[in-house]
């Protein structure tokens, strides 16, 4: 697993199993602090169909981050896996993110589990 600081407070690791990207995200993640997780849930990443995000150890994540996250939903599939925390629902909701994320219990769950196609 890659593991990357993003910034004083957030990290991030990343491993690629087949053509699912797993990204773990721990801390807080502000527009100061992103550059580990901009590469890890890289849009143009060759051979990813998938990118599963566990958010559980997310304590802060402002605008820039969710951008960063929503990025590879244009064509992708991105799954938060795990109890989203409270702040990240929030954050989620009002933006109307919540709708786009597909979401599981646990990150294995995330990788194999059929998420129907978006509607555009």
Do not use: K, N, W, Y
């Not at 958010?55 to 969710?66: E, I, K, P, W, Y």
Request: net charge negative.
């Amino acid at each position: 697993m890659d593991t990357h600081s993003s910034g004083a407070r957030g990290r991030v690791e990343a491993r690629t199993d087949g053509d699912v990207r797993v990204v773990v995200m721990t801390g807080e993640f502000d527009m100061d602090g992103v550059a580990a997780l901009r590469a890890a849930m890289d849009p143009t990443a060759p051979g990813v169909s998938r990118f599963v995000v566990d958010v559980t150890g997310v304590t802060f994540a402002d605008s820039t981050a969710l951008s960063i996250m929503l990025q590879p939903t244009l064509d992708r599939t991105v799954v938060l896996a795990g109890v989203v925390p409270a702040r990240l629902a929030r954050v989620l909701e009002l933006t109307g993110a919540d709708l786009v994320f597909a979401t599981a219990p646990s990150v294995a769950e995330g990788s194999t589990m059929a998420v129907p196609p978006r509607r555009r």
